[in-house]
């Protein structure tokens, strides 16, 4: 049997802070339906069950979330001799068998580039942005067009390259972090090289930027603040010389900046432009004067809060000895995760 103890904190903190990125999504559809006058409860509910029945696929099929627990229960100084099954597991439980496969390193080129991708970063944002547009959309008729359709994916594509930039870098920036807190990641496993990982993080940016610097109809102004913002605080808290993770402070701006204001505000503000005929203002104009923006901002902006203060507890190890000052090193990941509460 799996003995969690303390580790039990830290999956259960996983699935939540998974879980978070299908908020936007129901609770889109429970600020569309109180505007339009349905039966917003119902459909709170069934969308809930939804959520539930997606995160219960993801927890089965995403090697990478598997990974962490495995690594939790077992957490090894080398990765690269040390992620075998035998090592991590004692009995053969079913369950530990699925861990234990999880946790075996792939030298698939392919594979591992999906890894270095973080896939379940990807899908907050692949949700996010059909969802704002959902929360935008005057009517429902309006949403299923194909002005909307277009607005989405042109949205989409350079949010999801400029994902896997900010990501990228800051596994490229923790080599050495990951190697005691994730060893399972790609380049602490020793499975993708520098020098592969710069190329696959600057062509991102190249073609998300691209979209940023488009004079498309489509390339509105909400789109291009989100981008260019996104992927200024991105770097500046994984690069040095402002490596912004080492102050608790500024790092929990970054976080809750992007999750709160940035991502909402911003693709809000380009749907409106861009999907539903609206003028074309500012991002500061849209939150200062559209309510369904401000309560949606609102809202993450608190899921920000939660995720600035325990996305580093799992991570305490590693920082430590990096001599990164997360406040789960200062106060302790008890407390943390007490406090997060």
């Known amino acids: 049997m799996l003995r969690f103890n303390h580790s039990k904190f830290y999956v259960l903190f ?114 996010s942005i059909p969802a704002l547009h959902a929360l935008a959309a005057p009517n ?66 190249t073609g998300g930027l691209s979209f940023a610097a488009s004079s498309s ?16 605080l991105g770097a500046a808290y994984s690069l040095p010389p402002l490596r912004l993770k080492r102050f608790p402070l500024f790092a929990a701006f970054c976080i809750v900046a992007v999750r709160g204001a940035i991502l909402n505000v911003g693709f809000y503000s380009h749907a409106l432009v861009a999907a539903f005929g609206g003028s074309t203002t500012n991002f500061l104009t849209t939150l200062k004067t559209d309510k369904k923006c401000q309560l949606v901002s609102l809202f993450f902006g608190t899921f920000g809060v939660v995720i600035a203060l325990m996305k580093d507890v799992p991570d305490t190890e590693g920082d430590k000895k990096e001599k990164i000052r997360t406040l789960s090193v200062r106060i302790g990941r008890a407390k943390m995760f007490l406090i997060a509460r």
């Not at 989405?152 to 920036?173: E, K």
């Not at 109809?217 to 200024?232: D, H, R, V």
């Open 140 to 205: 429902l008729p309006s949403f299923f067009t194909l002005t909307t359709f277009n607005s989405v994916v042109f949205a989409l594509i350079p949010s999801l390259l400029i994902n896997v930039f900010i990501t990228g870098l800051n596994q490229m920036s923790d080599v050495e972090i990951d190697k005691i807190n994730k060893p399972y990641l790609p380049m602490a496993a020793g499975y993708l090289s520098m020098r592969k990982a710069t190329l696959i993080i600057l062509a991102c940016l």
């Open 217 to 232: 109809p489509l390339s509105t102004p909400g789109l291009k603040m989100t981008l260019l913002a996104s992927t200024f």
């Open 14 to 127: 996983h699935f939540k802070l998974h879980s978070s990125q299908f908020q936007v999504f129901t609770t889109s559809i429970l600020f569309f339906t109180l505007s339009q006058s349905l039966r917003p409860l119902t459909v709170l509910l069934i969308s809930k069950m939804l959520v539930v029945i997606l995160l219960l696929t993801l927890f089965k099929i995403t090697p990478a979330f598997q990974q962490s627990v495995a690594h939790l229960q077992h957490p090894h100084p080398h990765p690269q001799c040390q992620l075998h099954t035998s090592n991590l597991f004692s009995s053969s439980s079913p369950t530990e068998k699925l861990y234990a496969s999880a946790a075996k390193p792939n030298r698939s080129l392919l594979k591992t580039v999906y890894r270095f991708s973080r896939p379940h970063t990807l899908i907050g944002t692949a949700l």
